[in-house]
């Protein structure tokens, strides 16, 4: 058992040390590649060269990329925080809970590659709205349903019984409840997981595929346009055989350094916003 | 005015919530009638256990088997999440026994970032390094599932930290002070008492992250090589997802082909919800009234 402790001691050591080497790894990494590329014309320009962006910027994919997050917060977040709500203030029967828990449950469990299929067959297709932004959208806005909802539903359940009996007591509608009180005191913790969800949407990939992204377009003006996008315009350098991998990289660090700045800058808002009423 | 108000707000929200059902409901009716055409023409058992997939007729009958694929999807996630599971849980011991609360609150967010960095970028990295390092080491094209496998393991990571270090600490704060007050030492009571009671809730997480692992597209695409094959360690492999993303869009609609795709995304969403709910069915038994 002595030696037994020690190998889990040894063991404990071994998998923080390669956790944060992986890390330390990663973002050096893609630091060091990208450095070079960077510069005022690579984030202003478009992309040109024999090989589509091989030469030139990458500008109008990351106003795109922008565009194709904003439509996925803008259809899924709304949903998620009602649902999230009614799970929490209005629903009074244990049976329901369960379903709607783990229908919630289903829905992140769907693979965002089929997220696409199904945009792709019925709103492209189907509907005939062709590749637009909107059709990504609509797939992006689903993946990131669920990942709003289970997040903004934690943050409901943290509010304090206390202060919803007290103002039950003094006769206040649940409405006003959680329009006056629980909204405002979850602020952090709703917008972390709104920002969280804006960034998941905006590193995917797999939901643009054939669905809104393309190789090259203008800088959209409508929602009913395709796009570039930061994440497909890598996975096409990368695929379609561009002579140097240097712009992927450059491509992967401005993408990297947008959604890792939104999501720290969020888990420190949220964080300094934490439960305010328990510090009191 | 004011009951009319809240009967607004009430409706709002009932109505956003059968919005969010709707849309997941839809999504799986629409799947399942798509993929259906396919069983009018090719048997379930010859689709599951099948090896050739020839979804156009080039030479001879179109062939819809997606056995390569469905083992090549089981095959690089448990593989994944065996390796992920070595280091993610070692590395969860740590966070919840050595660290101090201010350590723990700079590595948590830390280690979530990880999550955050989008699959593509995981795919682009595995095929410049891991790919490379493989050819050198003699396996012949580079791409091979080991390689996807690792470069998954990284993925689930962070959710397999977070979800070990909860409950580790957790466990660690309710039974340490009492082992150790009968003398042990810290490591000791570890290995005797928190791990032991860790192992039920520690088994769910894990599962819990395969079906993260066999919904990923993009990064495993990028470095398993895509060739129907039996998977192997060292051999090429394609997953479900990759053979959706790779041929979604040269499908004919309505073709036996696109039927086919429909099909497959529907084993493996099958799959997924077969996981997750069993999980967090078990979960919940398993917890019982010990919620931690």
């Given at each position: 058992m002595r030696f037994l402790s020690k190998l889990v001691r040894i063991w404990a050591w071994l998998g923080i040390i390669t956790v944060l080497g992986v890390l330390a790894f990663l973002f050096t990494y893609v630091y060091y590649r990208g450095?070079?590329?960077?510069?005022?014309?690579?984030?202003?320009?478009?992309?040109?060269?024999?090989?589509?962006?091989?030469?030139?910027?990458?500008?109008?994919?990351?106003?795109?990329?922008?565009?194709?997050?904003?439509?996925?917060?803008?259809?899924?977040?709304?949903?998620?925080?009602?649902?999230?709500?009614?799970?929490?203030?209005?629903?009074?029967?244990?049976?329901?809970?369960?379903?709607?828990?783990?229908?919630?449950?289903?829905?992140?469990?769907?693979?965002?590659?089929?997220?696409?299929?199904?945009?792709?067959?019925?709103?492209?297709?189907?509907?005939?709205?062709?590749?637009?932004?909107?059709?990504?959208?609509?797939?992006?806005?689903?993946?990131?349903?669920?990942?709003?909802?289970v997040r903004a539903e934690k943050a409901f359940q943290e509010f304090p019984v206390s202060l919803v009996q007290a103002s039950q007591a003094l006769g206040v509608s649940k409405t006003y409840l959680?329009?006056?009180?629980?909204?405002?005191?979850?602020?952090?913790?709703?917008?972390?997981?709104?920002?969280?969800?804006?960034?998941?949407?905006?590193?995917?990939?797999?939901?643009?595929?054939f669905t809104g992204a393309v190789a090259y377009a203008s800088v959209p003006d409508s929602l009913f346009k395709p796009a570039m996008a930061l994440p497909m315009h890598?996975?096409?350098?990368?695929?379609?055989?561009?002579?140097?991998?240097?712009?992927?990289?450059?491509?992967?660090?401005?993408?990297?350094?947008?959604?890792?700045?939104?999501?720290?800058?969020?888990?420190?808002?949220?964080?300094?916003?934490?439960?305010?009423?328990?510090?009191? | 005015m004011r009951t009319i108000k809240n009967k607004l707000g009430q409706w709002v929200i009932g109505a956003l919530t059968l919005m969010t059902l709707m849309s997941l409901a839809f999504v799986i009716y629409f799947i399942i009638q798509e993929a259906l055409p396919l069983f009018a023409e090719v048997s379930l058992s010859d689709f599951l256990l099948g090896d050739r997939w020839m979804p156009i007729a080039f030479t001879g009958e179109p062939s819809f088997g997606i056995r390569n694929f469905l083992l090549g999807t089981l095959y690089v996630s448990f593989l994944a999440m065996a390796i992920a599971s070595v280091t993610g849980i070692g590395a969860a011991i740590w966070l919840a026994c050595v660290a101090d609360d201010t350590i723990r609150n700079w590595l948590y967010p830390l280690i979530s970032l990880l999550a955050g960095i989008p699959s593509v970028i995981f795919g682009l990295i595995g095929l410049t390094i891991l790919v490379p390092f493989f050819y050198r080491l003699g396996v012949h094209p580079g791409s091979c599932v080991l390689c996807a496998a690792i470069v998954l393991a990284v993925m689930l990571l962070p959710y397999i930290i977070s979800s070990c270090a909860d409950t580790l600490y957790k466990l660690n704060k309710r039974y340490l002070t009492a082992a150790t007050?009968?003398?042990?030492?810290?490591?000791?009571?570890?290995?005797?008492?928190?791990?032991?009671?860790?192992?039920?809730?520690?088994?769910?997480?894990?599962?819990?992250?395969?079906?993260?692992?066999?919904?990923?597209?993009?990064?495993?695409?990028?470095?398993?090589?895509?060739?129907?094959?039996?998977?192997?360690?060292?051999?090429?492999?394609?997953?479900?997802?990759?053979?959706?993303?790779?041929?979604?869009?040269?499908?004919?609609?309505?073709?036996l082909h696109y039927h086919g795709l429909y099909a497959a995304g529907l084993v493996l969403l099958l799959l997924l919800f077969f996981i997750n709910?069993?999980?967090?069915?078990?979960?919940?038994?398993?917890?019982?009234?010990?919620?931690?």
């Open positions: 450095r070079h590329v960077l510069s005022v014309a690579f984030l202003t320009q478009a992309p040109s060269g024999a090989v589509l962006g091989e030469e030139g910027g990458i500008y109008p994919a990351i106003i795109g990329s922008f565009w194709f997050t904003g439509t996925a917060i803008l259809l899924g977040s709304i949903p998620a925080i009602g649902t999230a709500l009614y799970l929490v203030y209005f629903c009074q029967s244990e049976k329901k809970v369960l379903a709607l828990r783990l229908t919630i449950q289903c829905m992140a469990g769907v693979p965002s590659i089929v997220l696409g299929l199904f945009a792709y067959s019925f709103l492209v297709k189907m509907l005939g709205l062709g590749r637009c932004i909107l059709s990504s959208g609509v797939a992006l806005g689903i993946m990131i349903l669920p990942f709003i909802e959680i329009l006056h009180m629980v909204l405002p005191a979850c602020r952090g913790e709703i917008v972390q997981s709104i920002v969280l969800g804006g960034c998941y949407a905006m590193g995917a990939t797999a939901p643009l595929l890598l996975y096409l350098l990368i695929s379609q055989g561009a002579t140097s991998i240097d712009l992927a990289y450059g491509t992967a660090f401005v993408m990297m350094a947008i959604i890792l700045v939104t999501n720290l800058i969020a888990i420190l808002y949220a964080r300094r916003r934490h439960r305010i009423w328990k510090q009191s | 007050g009968l003398g042990v030492t810290k490591w000791y009571a570890i290995t005797t008492v928190i791990l032991p009671l860790s192992v039920k809730y520690l088994a769910t997480s894990l599962m819990l992250a395969i079906g993260r692992a066999m919904g990923e597209t993009m990064a495993v695409m990028m470095v398993m090589g895509n060739a129907n094959l039996f998977p192997s360690l060292l051999g090429k492999g394609e997953t479900i997802a990759a053979v959706i993303a790779l041929e979604m869009g040269t499908a004919e609609n309505g073709s709910l069993s999980m967090g069915l078990l979960r919940k038994v398993l917890l019982g009234k010990e919620e931690l």
